[in-house]
């Protein structure tokens, strides 16, 4: 995971990774909601 590169992305804290995962295929997204899904292309967005 290549997220590894940014300390205030991946905290340790797996609730704060909630958003991030696509309604529609359930990929991690690589960003910060409001985003794209890498893998489906659905928007990623906090509910
Ligand atoms: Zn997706």
Not at 10 to 31: K, M
């Amino acid at each position: 995971m290549r997220e590894a590169a940014e300390p205030e992305a991946i905290g340790g804290e797996s609730a704060c990774l909630l958003p991030l995962v696509c309604a529609e295929c359930g990929a991690l997204a690589e960003q910060r909601p409001p985003t794209v899904c890498w893998r489906c292309g659905a928007v990623v967005d906090r509910d």
